[in-house]
């Protein structure tokens, strides 16, 4: 489905099409664009449009008597060509009225410089009008079109201008922050951050991006993750973190940050606990790119529709803000193994639907997705070209260990030079990140119960009061090593990729 622009639809006007249905969520756009569109045509002028209250209007001029859609199909053939006649409601007249469907064919039929364009939110259309309809989507506004909107604004707008050339680079940062926003939006967000008396470039910035997470909250199955981490905050995964380092040092952080050279996507699949969805966060944060966190259990709960059109509807919300992360966390949770082939249905679908998306997708969307048990997943999920790259992120070494406890006492603000952390790494062994983490905060409260600063021994108490993970799920774990050996790349360790 072809996306609708000003060039497009002159295009398709002069070569003759009678009937147009555009599928959108944004009428007045969809409206801007079709009389852009009629303005450049010789002898249209401004076009007709229809509503079910008003029928008629064009330049303030109302025909009368046209509210009914059959007879406002009557008045579009009675005139004379060259014309553009814009249905806004049509759409929900079409489906069950042979009338109108009979009256828009005769029109086709009949139609001399002349073309009507539907507009509806839905893709379906009746059965009968599939071969006299052209069928657009109204697509988001790209770049050049949103630099060109913001240069328009920053004219009008005194404080935008001044903001600008306070910040020489403001420009480009707006333009990013507006990508996957209408430019009605892009205008509400700058107007927002004026009324709250934020002039500055990173209150516009944010404030686009606060428009953002706003639409991605209506979705329902996805949510924006306020997001603060970075990769000095993640212990050990040397591999991981060379790996991001070589694509930024290949490509540009701004080339990144911007969609034009974004990587497609990185699996990371391992023990639970182990700082898998921490780091999807760090990647999001040092690419400078917003987070978005699918949930796969609100795709297949109906409360959204079907788990397909939610499916595709996160798809579209991520594409729709790119450049952006979209984080799928457990992911075999919604696609694996059973129930894949053998019960087919939704969790074929769901399937399909993503390997269609993902081998597809041209959007700079970079999907980041973890798994703790990733032998559940279908073969076609984790074969190479759906994903950049597969890391296995086991639990940390000794040396990990060590920088995960000096990261957590650091959050702590403890002065680390009392604490003997090569002891701490050794006693730990075989604990996760999380449970490290929990160690600390456990001995942190303990200390606070007593109202005194926190000591070594605090935490050699609460490290074997903690049964580790790898000891209660000694099988599952090694069976979750057994199959990630030469399969995946580990996050940790000696590798050369």
Known sequence: MENLNVQGLVRLIGAGAAMIYVVTDNERRTEQIATQAASRIKGVGSPWVWTCTEGFTRDGAVAEGTDDPGAALDFALAQPGPLVFLFKDLCWFWGDNPYIIRKLKEFSARAKAKVVIVLGQEEAVPAGLREELVIFHQGLPLMDEIKGFLEQ???????????????????????????????????????????????????????????????????????????????????????LKQWMTRRERAFGLEGISSGANLPKGVLMMGIAGCGKSLFVKAIASSWRLPLIRLDMAAVYDGSYGTPESSLRKAFKTAEAIAPCVLWIDEIEAGI????????????????????????EKRAPVFVAATANAIEMLPAEIIRKGRFDEIFYVGLPDVAAREEIFRIHLGKQKINLSSFDLPLLAGSTRGFSGAEIEQTVLSAAFEALTEKRPMVQQDLMAAISRTVPLSITMAEQIKKIEAWAFKRAVPASGKYNP
Not at 336 to 359: H, N
């Open 336 to 359: 694996s193994t059973q129930g894949f082939k053998a019960e087919g249905g939704p969790a074929s679908r769901i399937l399909g639907s993503f390997l269609t998306w993902m081998q």
């Open 153 to 239: 604004l920053k004219g009008r707008d005194q404080q935008l201008a001044m903001a600008c050339q306070e910040r020489p680079g403001l420009m480009d940062d707006l333009v990013v922050a507006a990508q996957g926003l209408d430019l009605t939006e892009v205008e509400r967000g700058m107007r927002a951050a004026r009324v709250a008396g934020e002039a500055g470039g990173e209150q516009l910035v944010r404030s686009l991006f606060e428009t953002k997470r706003a639409i991605i909250r209506k979705s329902g199955i996805m949510e924006f993750v306020i997001n603060d981490a970075s990769s000095d905050q993640v212990g050990g995964m040397e591999n």
